[in-house]
């Protein structure tokens, strides 16, 4: 799937690895239906999906017809401020498990969503932080049944213009420590198609 370290050096001047995993975001909707989230797929061939992103419009569509007390209040503050959600998969085991006895079989939360410029460490000064964040889902699950969710890593949501087309949406681990004093996180990335108009 593209794994590859990279190194980035803390304030501590500590050298930290990352691994990160590019990601696309599908430019259609998973179906023809209005309501449908766009689909957040590896850009393997497998195009396994790793996440969702749900449009000011979309979530509206979820929430036309239903009293305003069955649509939960992130939900409904999300349509009026015009907010989109990414929803994200738990990033998956550790593929270095055997090398490394100090890393984790599961990377650990927090989990963080953040956005950033091509290329753009997901933790630099200029990232877009999200305007909120949860670790699970049950808002969106429950509004949204018709739609296949695999375990969520995290919920975020972000002002629409922060979906730029070029720019990356990030899922990463909170950070641990090896035996050698290496910190270490693991990130999934994604591209970002969409822009910000329309569905």
């Not at 963080?112 to 889902?137: C, F, H, K, M, V």
């Not at 979906?163 to 909170?174: C, D, K, L, N």
Request: net charge positive; with cysteine.
């Amino acid at each position: 799937m593209g794994h590859r370290l990279t190194s980035r050096t803390s304030c501590l001047g500590v050298v930290g690895l990352s691994i990160l995993v590019p990601l696309g975001i599908a430019s259609t909707p998973q179906s023809t239906n209005s309501a449908a989230p766009f689909v957040l797929r590896v850009s393997h061939p497998s195009r396994k999906a790793v996440g969702l992103l749900y449009t000011p419009e979309v979530l509206a569509k979820l929430a036309e017809g239903r009293a305003p007390d069955a649509v939960p209040k992130r939900i409904s503050d999300a349509i009026r401020q015009q907010t989109p959600i990414v929803v994200m998969w738990i990033l998956p085991p550790s593929l270095f498990r055997d090398s490394d006895q100090d890393r984790p079989a599961s990377y650990p939360r927090p989990y963080r969503i953040t956005i950033a410029e091509a290329g753009n460490d997901p933790l630099s000064p200029n990232r877009i932080e999200p305007i909120w964040i949860q670790q699970e889902d049950s808002d969106l699950q429950r509004l949204d049944t018709r739609t296949e969710f695999e375990e969520v890593g995290a919920v975020a949501a972000f002002p629409r213009s922060a979906f730029v087309p070029g720019r990356q949406v990030f899922i990463h681990s909170a950070a641990y420590w090896t035996s050698t004093k290496t910190q270490i996180d693991h990130r999934i990335w994604a591209t970002i198609e969409w822009n910000g108009a329309g569905r």
